[in-house]
Each structure stands twice: as structure tokens, then as C-alpha cells.
């Protein structure tokens, strides 16, 4: 009878382990990324009275009697489960959306894992979780082995910009430009296509059927920048010039009256003698398609092999040069140019023709672009007055770090087709210089102490999460039968992506952790009578011999 006593014993024991576990996921209802505790039970060792027996021919068999002797916890497990988005407004609170963690470390340079994203900077620059942990960065996409860099956002910058020299940029290729990578495709040029008005005195009337056009405006016939006019011949019109005429005027009468300029331009009827004369040309295309073989040839061979197709094209007045800092657009042809709505290549935005051909003024001929490759070398430290500060920052899905400075430019770290981490310079009229931060070279970076992974979240991976063991801080260090850890970015290799502005919530579920009590509170109330009974039968035995 009194191992009725030690039985219920371990039942009290076990439903005051299940208060204990319920007690602490209640009391981390708010605590940020927390992870539910589980608890089950197991039998303890039953005592056997008879193992049984076997049936004969002659008799039956007889099953074992046993009488167990308790439960004991068998596990106490975590239920890893995502938390809900908890909304801060906060960007530099970040939730993981899928598998991983955040790579932290203490001032000895321990490691831990944690879900709880509610980092800042300190005075360094140097992200930070609430207890002062720094965050591991990485330049990895995927490694097995933790990086040996934490995450640092510079605050003061050194910065001196200047343009590539024309001889070091003849010989880049498209694909090594600092702008962002050109596709190939066609970008198209619209030539002409304008009217405009002329003061007949600049007119001089050759004969009735032909005038000079002192266009270049300097007071002298017959000088290289005139235009002869012609009257054309309305019975013998070529098929362009007819259709030139269509598109320019509509419907076109054999009794009509038109000059045709040198420079391929029209004058509708008879010169008047006073007034104004209004000149129009048809507009026309001018393209190029950039093939795979332009984006690795040099810059050289490509404004050549552009200006060919020019040439072919019937535009030789129109035509590319290599300048410092970027490219010269020649227009001698003396009609308007322009850029296409039907562009299937971004190359005139990457090189900055553009722009340049939207700002250009009435008149102008050459359209150049210092925003095709300049170089940039950086260093921090100095605040002097001409030091730029950071404004502010923000980390994308895949754990970039981005900073903006006060002039309106940009420090981050973008990563190639090989994967390789490289350092990115956005200047404040918005031209994109990339490098590898070695010296020498367009974003010369070695004057800083910087690595393009302390600007680079690192991720990591567990085989079984419930092998972490829970440490303070809402951190987490590696157990036993953790398994191997992997590491690398957000968003790749099966880590999930960041979501800033807020933070993962607990997981705990209030309803179930209150019927979890009540369960456990009737469980305890129960075995504690048995206890009682079991008692009470010891007493009633002793006093069986008085």
C-alpha cells in the first residue's frame, strides 16, 4: 500500500514540472520571438506480479499482470513556430519571414543565435541588439562556417569623386561601366521632325527657283553654314520626297509649290517678300541594336562600330566620342535629335544621354555625359567641414545595409553574378559607382577600415532547432544535438527574408495555456487525494493491532 504513496508522488512532481513550463510561457506572452515550451510525460517502471502464460492443447494462456509505479517528464520541447508581425514603425526592427537566425556576439567574441530583430546603432556605428550584442555580418551566401565581421554603419565620410580618364575609359567594357549593367537591344534616336520660323531677310533670292538660307545667322551668303533651297519639280517627285511631303503637309497637289533645303528640310509655296518663312523636316529613326559581343568589346571598338552603323545608315554628321568621365554625342547634321519612346535597351539612361538630350537647349549640337564612369576613393574618420554624415539608414529583405548621407548620396553593398560581395557608391546626382574596394580601382575603399561584410546581415541554419539551448536576452547557443549550423543571407538558400519596421511576436497561445493549467491543477488536486487515500489505508492498518 505504500507504494501508492511514492506513485502519486511522481504525479505531483510531473503536474508541478507542467505548471512550472505553463508559469513561464504565460509569463512571456510579450516577450519578443519567444518560443512555446511543450511538456510530455512517460511511465515509469511498471512492477510485474505475473509475466503470463502461453495456452497449452490442454489450458489457456493467462496475460501479465503489472502495476506501474508512476510518470516522469519524458521531454520538455519548444514549439518554433513563427510569432506574428508585431508593427513598431521602428526600420531597424527587423522579423525574420521563414527559417534562421540573427547571428550575434558578446565582447569576447561568443556567438549566439536569436529571432529577436530590435537592433540600433551605438555610438560607433555598430549594430546592436538591446543587451549590447553586436550583429555578425557576412559577404556569404551560403558557408558553414560563421563570418568573423559584425555589422558597422559608418557615420562620417570622406568622399572625393572625379571622372575616368578618356584613354582608361576607351579601353572598359560596357560590362565593366560603373552604371548599372546595360541590356541589350536597340536604343533609337528620333531625327527632325520640327517646324520652326525664319525672317525672309535671312533669305537671298538666287532666282525663282532656288535661295540661300544664311542659317549659321553670321551675315554672309554662300559661306558653309547657308542652306540652299530648290523648287522641287512636281511631276518628277521621288517616292521619298513625295512621302516626305505627305507625312509633313497631308495631301499634295501637282499645282502645289515646295522647296527642298540641302539639309533635306521643306518650304511650303513662293518666298513672300516680308515676314517670316516656316521650315519643316520630316522626323526619322537613327538606331543601333547592342548585341552580347558589345557588352564585353571596349568602349572604343563600340563607339566605332556605332558609328558605322551611323555612317550606314546615311548620318554622318551624327556620331559618338570617348571624352573623360563618359560620352560625347556630335549632331552636325543640323536637324533636332532626340531619344525614342521605344527603347529596348537601357543605355542611353545608364550612360546619361538621356537626361542630356531632355535638358538640351535649341541649337546645341554636342550632348556629353560625365556620369558614365567616374571614380570615387572614401575614407572615414575625419570629420573636417567637408565630411558628409549619415542621415539615415535601412536594411532590405536580404539583409543589405543601406546608409544616406546628408548630401543626398549612398553607401551599400551589392553582389555580382558570381556571387561576389562588392562595395556601391551612389553620389548625389545619382550616378552608381561599384568596385570591389580595392585600391586602384573605381571605388577605392582602402583608406577605411570597412569590408563590404560589416555592411551584410548574416543569417544561420540548425539542423534540429530543438537542440538550441535557451540562453538569456532571447538569445540562443548551440547544444549537443543541435546538429551542424549553416550560414548566409537573407532571402537565399532557404533563409527566410527580413521584414523591417517591426518584430516577431511570442507564440504563445493563451487559450491552450490555460486549459494546459486547468489539466495540470485537476492532474496535481488528483493524485494528491490519492496520496491522501493511500494514507489513510496506512493509518487504518496501524491501528488493525491495538
Known sequence: MSQALYTSKTGID??????????????????????????????????????????????????????????QVASITRNFDPGSFQQTGVSSDLMISGNGYFIVQDGSGTQYFTRDGHFSLDSAGNLVTAAGFKVVGTTNEYSPRSSEYTVQVPSVLNVSVSGTAKDDLALKTLNDLNAVSVRTGTFIFNVGGTSSSAEVAKFKKISDDEYQYDKDADGTFGSGGDVTYTRMNMAALSTADRQALTDL?????????????????????????????????????????????????????????????????????????????????????????????????????????????????????????????????????????DAIKRSDWYISETGIVTAKYNDGSSLTVTFNDNGRALWQYTTSDNVIISSSGAA???????????????????????????????????????????????????????????????????????????????????????????????????????YLGQ
Open 14 to 71: 510531473a503536474g508541478q514540472t507542467h505548471i512550472n513550463v505553463i508559469a513561464n510561457n504565460v509569463a512571456n506572452i510579450n516577450t519578443t520571438a519567444y518560443k512555446t515550451a511543450n511538456v510530455t510525460f512517460s511511465t515509469l517502471f511498471s512492477r510485474t506480479l505475473s509475466n503470463g502464460s502461453a495456452a497449452t492443447k490442454t489450458g489457456g494462456g493467462t496475460n501479465p499482470k503489472q502495476i506501474g509505479l508512476g510518470t
Open 249 to 385: 503637309y497631308g495631301t499634295v497637289e501637282p499645282t502645289d509649290v515646295f522647296f527642298k533645303g540641302s539639309d533635306g528640310t521643306y518650304v511650303k509655296g513662293e518666298f513672300p517678300a516680308t515676314g517670316n518663312v516656316t521650315i519643316r523636316n520630316v522626323q526619322k529613326t537613327l538606331s543601333y541594336k547592342i548585341s552580347e559581343g558589345d557588352l564585353t568589346s571596349t568602349l572604343e571598338d563600340f563607339v566605332n562600330s556605332v558609328n558605322n552603323s551611323f555612317n550606314a545608315q546615311g548620318y554622318d554628321k551624327i556620331k559618338f566620342a570617348v571624352m573623360d568621365g563618359g560620352l560625347q554625342l556630335q549632331n552636325n547634321s543640323g536637324e533636332t535629335l532626340s531619344v525614342a519612346d521605344n527603347q529596348t535597351t537601357d543605355f542611353l539612361t545608364q550612360v546619361g544621354l538621356d537626361d542630356a538630350l531632355d535638358a538640351a537647349q535649341a541649337g546645341q549640337t554636342l550632348f556629353y555625359t560625365d556620369t558614365m564612369n567616374k571614380s570615387a576613393t572614401i575614407s572615414t574618420g575625419n570629420n573636417t567641414a
Open 440 to 542: 586602384g580601382t573605381d571605388l577605392d575603399m582602402s583608406s577605411t577600415s570597412l569590408e563590404p561584410a560589416n555592411m551584410v546581415l548574416e543569417m544561420g541554419t540548425v539542423i534540429n532547432d530543438s537542440g538550441l539551448i535557451a540562453e538569456t536576452d532571447n538569445l540562443w547557443s548551440l547544444g549537443p544535438n543541435a546538429g551542424e549550423f549553416a550560414y548566409g543571407m537573407a532571402n537565399t538558400n532557404g533563409f527566410g527574408s527580413l521584414k523591417s519596421g517591426g518584430l516577431e511576436g511570442s507564440n504563445v497561445d493563451m487559450a491552450t495555456e490555460l486549459s494546459n493549467m486547468i489539466m495540470a491543477q485537476r492532474a496535481i488536486q488528483a493524485n494528491s487525494r490519492v496520496f491522501s487515500t493511500a494514507s489513510s489505508i496506512l493509518e487504518t492498518i496501524t
